[in-house]
């Protein structure tokens, strides 16, 4: 089970999170538990680890001091034992005052690395993991806590995205957890982070508990591995622009990841890779509406669901960007060198799509990427033999977004979408469908994109699924 951070914003909530593990403890399961840093808290991190590089020592003691207030403060509506909730306060001040003392060395060289930045945001999982180890206590069950890096979970060296070396961390994962679970002690294991071959700190990515938790699951060759969130599941379309959204009781993984990156629930974007190839079902839950059963991920998507389009999304934030020039027709490896470009620039292409003419090339980035990706354009391309005579860009638009595994091979799902919006009056900008046919993205004016889902979510009836 990993509960993310709006499940233990609160002591409140945290003590909600420990009536779940108990009685699903109860009820005769082995559970494993993967928390997140409480809301808010990792962001704050990034925000200190960045003054601090600046040199600006006088922040790091102030937040320090507000990071202890906020988490003794949980402390105390947590855990109801004294003795309890002492060892998890001396713990708490033990982790902050180490955390003081990497921000301060931050600060005396100056300088952020990958690897520091890491170190820095470890600490969001490491003070909430004993938070909640010591409300799952309270209830007396057995339990015990670990960093991910002592439950075992090794990674490559790739700071701020590292990936699983799988074999080995199965290995260790089992023989450190899978004992515990055979007596009936319950891990609390932090989400997000783990170490190197080296022992070095790394975390996953931002949002990475999720990848965690279906880390463990696969290591420990779970039945279930189950997402709790703040939402019902996933939904048809944001319930903000269609009230009437439902909640999408089962889809398959290809769905789930399509659906995952916009949808009211953002996962982690490799969250669902492990689970897939050893077949693991994973189910995103509400921990505020127990009683819900969530969204069920398979392999196969729900025989019954002969629906083509299950979810419509839109994509706000994003700009595009057309690089355009005859000297780009039928000149091999001209489409390679603007990506190039982009891509030495760390800047990431959501969305692309040229035509047969190869006159232009459209891509849809993250609009604040964009006075980025213009400069960088125009210095490596712009006087380069011709290639490229013109960067155009609009940053007044979104993404809209529609999926559905049954979309593959049923004819006239494009022609109904596009009469959709048509029949509304909106002009689409530029369109792309991968040859996979599970999603088809259109980019609209922004101020149209809330009509067009709306339309959409109308005309595939998404309100009855
Ligand atoms: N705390 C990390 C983040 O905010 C990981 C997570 O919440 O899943 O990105
Ligand atoms: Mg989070």
């Not at 779940?20 to 200190?48: D, F, H, M, R, Y």
């Not at 060395?105 to 690395?113: A, D, H, K, M, P």
């Not at 439950?151 to 899978?178: C, K, W, Y």
Request: glycine residues 8%; aromatic residues 4%; hydrophobic residues 45%.
């Amino acid at each position: 089970m990993k509960f993310g951070g709006s499940s233990v914003a609160t002591g409140e909530n945290i003590r909600h999170v420990g009536d779940i593990v108990t009685q699903t403890a109860k009820n005769g399961c082995k559970v494993t538990v993967v928390v997140s840093a409480l809301a808010g808290v990792t962001n704050s991190l990034i925000e200190v680890a960045e003054q601090a590089k600046r040199s600006d020592e006088k922040h790091i003691q102030a937040f320090t001091r507000e990071l202890l207030d906020k988490h003794l403060k949980v402390i105390a509506s947590a855990i109801t034992s004294k003795p309890i909730r002492k060892d998890v306060t001396q713990i708490t001040e033990k982790t902050i005052a180490e955390l003081e003392k990497v921000l301060t060395g931050i600060c005396y060289v100056g300088e952020l690395t990958p690897k520091s930045k890491d170190y820095v945001l470890s600490f969001g999982e490491r003070l909430s993991a004993p938070i909640v180890w010591g409300a799952i206590k309270d209830r007396k069950l057995e339990t015990r806590y670990f960093t991910g890096k002592e439950a075992g979970i090794v990674t490559d060296s790739n700071f701020g995205e590292a990936d699983p070396l799988m074999n080995f961390t199965t290995h260790l994962i089992q023989e450190r957890l899978a004992p515990l679970l055979e007596k009936g002690v319950i891990p609390v294991v932090t989400g997000y982070i783990a170490a190197d071959q080296d022992g070095v700190v790394t975390t996953v990515g931002r949002g990475g508990s999720d990848y965690t938790a279906t880390i463990l699951g696969v290591a420990l060759g779970v039945d279930e591995v189950w997402i709790w969130t703040d939402v019902d599941g996933i939904m048809t379309t944001d319930p903000k622009i269609v009230p009437a959204a439902k909640m999408l009781p089962q889809l398959s993984y290809q769905e789930a990841t399509e659906m995952a990156i916009f949808g009211a629930k953002a996962m982690h974007p490799r969250a669902l890779e492990p689970v897939i190839k050893e077949n693991i079902p994973v189910r995103i839950r509400n921990v505020f509406q127990p009683e819900n059963q969530g969204t069920l991920i398979t392999k196969e998507p729900d025989a019954n669901a002969k629906k083509v389009v299950k979810a419509v999304a839109m994509i706000k934030d994003v700009a595009m960007l057309n690089v355009s020039g005859a000297g780009m027709v039928g000149a091999p490896g001209s489409y390679a060198k603007v990506l190039d470009v982009l891509g030495k620039n760390s800047i990431n292409v959501m969305m692309i799509s040229t035509a047969a003419s190869e006159a232009s090339i459209s891509m849809i980035i993250r609009r604040g990427l964009l006075g980025r990706a213009i400069s960088n354009l125009e210095i490596a391309l712009l006087d380069r033999g011709g290639l490229v005579s013109d960067v155009s860009t609009e940053d007044d638009v979104a993404v809209i977004a529609v999926m559905g595994a049954n979309m593959r091979g049923t004819l006239g799902v494009a022609s109904k979408i596009f009469t959709t919006v048509a029949k509304n009056g909106i002009n689409i900008r530029m369109i792309a469908q991968g040859s996979s046919e599970l999603n088809i993205s259109f980019v609209v004016k922004e101020k149209d994109g809330e009509a067009v889902v709306r339309a959409i979510h109308e005309e595939f009836k998404l309100d009855k699924i």
